[in-house]
């Protein structure tokens, strides 16, 4: 019984440093590959990593439109007759707000006055646009998206080198076409002054705006700009309304201008130069303030 006892011992100390080694092995290996392993993932993530995002727009937050314009300016654009009191002045200055659920990514501001003579009608708005995979695009380039598609919807060209007449190209549409811009102005003046001047090409008014005045992508406004130019259907007892809008992008932020003026007497159109320059002028200093 103890001879059995002893050589159970013995065979059990045989064993045991075989499995102690194969352990060691079997670790050994596992450690090798684990650590080979994580050495491929490391490399592989350094050389076909995900690139870096872009960085977020230039605006985080929107200013307030209904305080944007100037009130000198707003006086300016938009009369008033003598009837309204100093309360109702600064009420209707002070313009009003659209609604908005986000105040720092689409807000907007309406003014409105009448005269005896005529209606005006001032619309500011800001729209902050953000990229939700900026992997892939940034605020900037989603912005150009949103200006683009606003260009395609007042079919105007997409900005090119081609945008712009030359003026050459110019001179010949107006010699082709009918009277020069200087012909037109010297045709208004004779018609104002009483004398006689030469018949309007047939389909158009007397005292049409040039071509040059009309909707256009403007260079000198913001990142990219362009101007939409609208004039009513004309009514034997209707007034013409003229619209100008102006949409502009400054960095990720697009801005929008549209000022309207709608004379109440019949057969009266509104100067298409003066409408387009008051906006002009609204939209720069609304660039000035975005830092453009």
Not at 140 to 150: E, G, I, K, S
Request: charged share 20%.
């Amino acid at each position: 019984m103890q001879r059995k006892a002893a050589r159970a011992a013995t065979a059990v100390r045989r064993v045991l440093p075989g499995i102690a080694m194969l352990t060691a092995l079997a670790t050994a290996g596992l450690t090798g590959c684990t650590s080979s392993g994580g050495d491929r993932t490391v490399s592989d993530a350094k050389a076909g990593g995900s690139p870096a995002p872009a960085p977020a727009g230039k605006y985080r937050s929107l200013p307030s439109p209904c305080k944007a314009p100037e009130l000198k300016r707003l006086k300016a654009m938009l009369p008033t007759p003598d009837s309204l009191t100093e309360e109702q002045r600064e009420k209707l200055y002070a313009g009003a707000a659209d609604t908005s659920y986000d105040g720092d990514r689409h807000v907007g501001c309406r003014w409105a006055a009448g005269t005896p003579s005529e209606t005006r009608l001032l619309y500011v708005g800001f729209e902050r646009v953000v990229s939700y995979d900026r992997a892939t695009a940034s605020d900037d380039d989603r912005a150009r998206q949103v200006y683009v598609r606003q260009l395609t919807d007042a079919k105007l060209p997409f900005p090119g080198p081609t945008t712009s007449p030359s003026p050459s190209a110019s001179a010949s549409t107006g010699a082709s076409a009918g009277p020069g811009p200087s012909a037109s102005a010297g045709a208004s003046a004779g018609a104002s002054a009483g004398t006689s001047t030469s018949p309007a090409p047939s389909g158009s008014p007397s005292g049409s705006p040039a071509p040059v005045l009309g909707s256009r992508v403007l260079e000198d406004l913001g990142d990219e700009a362009f101007l939409d130019d609208k004039l009513g259907a004309a009514g034997a007892s209707a007034a013409q309304a003229r619209s100008v809008r102006i949409v502009f992008r400054a960095s990720n932020v697009i801005v929008t201008v549209e000022y309207s003026v709608q004379p109440s007497a019949a057969g009266t159109v509104p100067p298409s130069t003066e409408t387009q320059d008051a906006a002009r002028e609204l939209a720069q200093a609304l660039s000035e303030r975005f830092g453009g």
